[in-house]
Nanobody, 130 residues
Framework: QVQLVESGGGSVQAGGSLRLSCTAS?????MGWFRQAPGKEREWVAV???????????YYRDSVKGRFTISRDNAEHAVFLQMNSLKPEDTAMYYC???????????????????????WGQGTLVTVSS
C-alpha cells in the first residue's frame, strides 16, 4: 500500500491562496484530494488521472471549480493542489488520496462515491478566516 504525506496547509485570509503538496511512496494512476470540515461529512475535492498515453485528466467538484487546480509530477510521485480565492467554507482537513490503477471512469467514480480508494495521507489543515 502506498504511503502518502501531505504538506502546505496553514491559515490564510479569505481571498488568499495556498498550495498543498503530497508525496507518495509509490505510483498510482488515480490520485486526488478529499477534505473534511469539523462536524461535516468528508467530500472529494479534485481528481487527477494519468492515462496510458501519459496525459492527465482532471475532475473538480463544482464548489472549487475555477479556484482550485490539481496537478502532479509523476517522476517524483507528487500531487499538488493549488487553491486560490479561498473562502471560509474551504476550511477543512485536506487529505491526499491514492485511488489505484483502474481506468479513468472508475477512478472518478471511486472519488465521487468515496469507495474503494487505496490509501490516505494523514491530512493537512487549511483554515480560511473571514
Amino acid at each position: 500500500q502506498v504511503q502518502l504525506v501531505e504538506s502546505g496547509g496553514g491559515s490564510v485570509q479569505a481571498g488568499g491562496s495556498l498550495r498543498l503538496s503530497c508525496t507518495a511512496s509509490g505510483y498510482s494512476k488515480c490520485m486526488g484530494w478529499f477534505r473534511q470540515a469539523p462536524g461535516k461529512e468528508r467530500e472529494w475535492v479534485a481528481v487527477i488521472y494519468t492515462g496510458d498515453t501519459g496525459g492527465d485528466s482532471t475532475y473538480y467538484r463544482d464548489s472549487v471549480k475555477g479556484r482550485f487546480t490539481i496537478s502532479r509530477d509523476n517522476a517524483e510521485h507528487a500531487v499538488f493542489l493549488q487553491m486560490n480565492s479561498l473562502k471560509p467554507e474551504d476550511t477543512a482537513m485536506y487529505y491526499c488520496v491514492a485511488g489505484g490503477n483502474m481506468g479513468w471512469e472508475k477512478c472518478r467514480r471511486s472519488f465521487v462515491v468515496d469507495s474503494l480508494l487505496d490509501a490516505w495521507g494523514q491530512g493537512t489543515l487549511v483554515t480560511v478566516s473571514s
